[in-house]
């Protein structure tokens, strides 16, 4: 493998279950990337040779490697610790942990955030902590962040310094009950279809109710004949949507995010939840999260200083 003059720092932004790696040059642009299914789950007792192969995959040798998500959780390579509110985005490399045992590298894992509430109860974020960074780096540095997925992220961010963090299990519920249970029995088999009204139905029907009260009417609605059983999936997932942007403007008591705000996520998702917004007179702006995270690794090499 021949080292690569013109890759100057390699980011790995290593999930639960998906690893996406990119190849940056020295003026921070993308040289090559690559993705694939060896998640944090899947690498565990293999850490140092995973790394290995998603250096081999983008053709790189002996340049610095960044490391952010689930590597750094009890489940993944070695557990870093949280930092809190007082560490701005900008200095969260001066907090990142040296990989002892990285192959022929130096590596680096970024610390994920530990916030506590109004309450005193925390919340985590482990990876999304890299985007937001990256969306500092390109001048968006205060308001309210969302970063949609299999837990859903809320932020706040002063300045760069994080002032509140809400978790939504919106992502993993849809998974769960759309695959599993009476709502999946509800669909009957049948191929879902995505129902635009449906959608909007579910948004709006959002919050009135518990939402466990507000899950099984899914069923019931099938069976009532007043929703059609190719449409429960899309029902569903305006129905979660919707429940947790009602919940955080709620919340927010007027002093949460109003009119807009920004969004890092995939496409697909970021289109549902700017459809889902704008039935509540919201909207999003969005950002690219891969430029984001390619943007994050980059401040992270020009600024950290040499160990």
Known sequence: ???????????????????RAYALRSDGQCARESSDSEGALACKGRFPAALNTALQALNVDGVSVVLAGMV???LGWHEVPYVDGSVPLQDLAAHAMQVPDA???????????????????PDVMRG?????????ALGHRSGWFVLPGTHSKWVELDEGRVVQLRTYMTGELFDLLSNHGTVAAAGGGVAPVWDVSAFAEGV?????????HQIFSVRARVVCKELPASS??????????????????QR????????????????QLAAHYQTAAQHLGLSFDILDARAAFVAAIHHIHINRKPQ
């Open 1 to 19: 493998m021949a080292a690569n003059p013109d890759v100057s720092i390699v980011g790995v932004d290593w999930g639960t279950t998906h690893r």
């Open 72 to 74: 750094g959780s009890a």
């Open 103 to 121: 192959p022929g590298v130096s590596a680096i894992i970024i610390p994920g955030y530990r916030v506590r509430n109004a309450q005193g109860m």
């Open 128 to 136: 999304e902590e890299t985007q937001l960074l990256g969306a500092w």
């Open 204 to 212: 709006k029907a959002a919050g009135h109710h518990a939402l466990s």
């Open 232 to 249: 429960t999936t899309a029902y569903l997932s305006g129905l979660l949507i919707g429940t947790e942007l009602k919940d955080v403007l």
């Open 252 to 267: 927010s008591a007027g002093t949460g995010p109003q009119g807009t705000f920004k969004l890092l996520g995939s496409p």
